[in-house]
């Protein structure tokens, strides 16, 4: 692992974002490389202390402005945490990359009143947020959002199902998605965003169930049974739920998972590249093979490239250039380059990528994970697609930079 940035990301880091990097380093080292195995062992159990001690270094807060009791740190400094803890847990990447997302269209959608009364104990970790858009029918399409919202007087009612709900385990509060018009209305006008406190009456969450990877971190089913909750928990107006969910989506989501898949991508490289030094073969090892050092070198340039794409694009997003397409392709491109060079790296090992008690396989479970959130690589392409033919979307990084003066959006078409 490295321990110092590596020379080629010096465009993108300030002497802050080293400063976190060595923070980061410091704290995998103490607190998340002795639980790895741990989390492993008991697939079963939710792991809670890792988010309880990254509260406590306030890096839920790291995108809050500090008015609100945040770092202010920006997004380069997010994908510094992530990348950090993913090379070596994958599952403590995961739990701070999922409490970020919701943060984030807090932060953007939320009224003032929302945001002096969240954004605080958001910051400093007393309540971690979810977001929960995606239903066990609907999958992916957020057109087909079954779950309903009501009005009744002052409150809503929410009645409907969510399913692998980052951090549903950990969540003191949930930001569901719902629709609040009939089913011929189009999503974009159809959704509403609403905060839900996770101890409201008829609100309930299936008991976790391990997944194929990132043992410890918790994407489970929540819910929710006539929930009422108060008018002024809307999130945006009425009709904007799909602008919530694609923004932090897009803004969080994206470049969270490109960081996640790089810090897997990293641990890949390095664990491929420590065992073939060091298994011995022909009076040598097996990196001295010019067919095995063609494929760690295949490895090698992947990860690179996947390293650049991801920083250079929140860079990007830092200094408020409109780079929605950036984010998009860092994430679709990163897991890519991750998942191939993971084959790569099971192939090299021959038999012993099988073991379980070696990291490889943990590497190879985990990289399929950030595949479906924040948009599969079919919903990517989809988009880069209308970057290339033009047909342009709304320019989520473009609003960013004039928040303050965010306006009821227009739909698009598609
Ligand atoms: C680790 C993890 C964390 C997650 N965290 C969250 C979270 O915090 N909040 C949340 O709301 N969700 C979360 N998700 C869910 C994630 O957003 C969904 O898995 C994703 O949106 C895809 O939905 P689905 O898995 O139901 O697949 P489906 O929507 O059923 O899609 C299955 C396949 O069909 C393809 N497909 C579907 N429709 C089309 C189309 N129109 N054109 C082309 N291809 C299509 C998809 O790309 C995919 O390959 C998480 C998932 C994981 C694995």
């Given at each position: 692992m490295s321990a110092a940035p590596p020379a080629a990301l010096a465009p993108y880091l300030t002497p802050a974002h080293e400063h976190l990097w060595s923070e980061a380093e410091e704290f995998t080292a103490r607190h998340v490389a002795s639980r790895v195995e741990r989390m492993e062992a008991a697939?079963?159990?939710?792991?809670r202390k890792l988010s309880r001690l990254m509260a406590g270094r306030r890096w839920f807060g790291v995108t809050i402005p500090a008015e609100y009791g945040g770092l202010g740190a920006g997004h380069v400094a997010k994908t510094v945490l992530i990348h950090r803890l993913a090379a070596v847990s994958a599952t403590a990447a995961a739990i701070l990359q999922a409490g970020l997302i919701p943060i984030g269209a807090l932060q953007h959608w939320g009224t003032a009143e929302q945001k002096t009364r969240w954004l605080p104990l958001a910051a400093d970790g007393t309540v971690l947020l979810s977001i929960a858009v995606t239903e066990p029918r609907a999958g992916g399409h957020i057109g087909g959002i079954e779950t309903v919202a009501e009005r009744d007087g002052d409150t809503w009612l929410i009645t409907g199902s969510k399913a692998h709900i980052g951090n549903s385990h950990l969540a003191g509060m949930h930001i569901v998605v719902a629709r609040t018009a009939p089913p011929d209305v189009t999503a974009s006008k159809a959704l509403t965003a609403f905060l839900v406190e996770?101890?409201?009456?008829g609100l309930t969450v299936d008991p976790h169930r391990a997944g194929l990877g990132l043992r410890g971190f918790t994407a489970g089913r929540l819910h929710l049974d006539r929930v009422r909750i108060p008018a002024a928990n809307m999130l945006g107006n009425v009709g904007e739920g799909l602008y919530v969910a694609q923004s932090s989506s897009i803004l969080y989501g994206r470049p969270n998972l490109t960081a996640l898949s790089l810090g897997i991508h990293e641990a890949l490289v390095d664990t491929t590249a420590t065992y073939l030094s060091s298994r011995a073969r022909y009076?040598?090892?097996?990196?001295?093979?010019p067919v095995v050092q063609d494929r760690l070198g295949g490895m090698q340039a992947r990860l690179q490239t996947a390293q650049t794409i991801a920083y250079q694009a929140v860079d990007l997003l830092d200094r408020k250039v409109a780079c929605d397409n950036h984010l998009i392709g860092a994430k679709h491109t990163g897991h890519q380059l991750a998942a191939r060079s993971a084959q790569d790296a099971m192939e090299l090992h021959g038999?012993?990528?099988?073991?379980?008690?070696?990291?490889l396989q943990r590497l190879f479970r985990d990289i399929q994970h950030t595949y479906p959130p924040a948009g599969t690589g079919e919903f990517q392409r989809i988009h880069l697609a209308k970057t290339a033919l033009g047909t342009g979307f709304v320019e989520w990084s473009e609003r960013l930079a004039t928040e303050s003066s965010w306006t009821p959006i227009e739909p698009t078409p598609g």
């Open positions: 697939p079963h159990k939710v792991e996770h101890g409201c009456k009076g040598g090892h097996l990196s001295d093979l038999a012993r990528a099988l073991d379980t008690d070696y990291p």
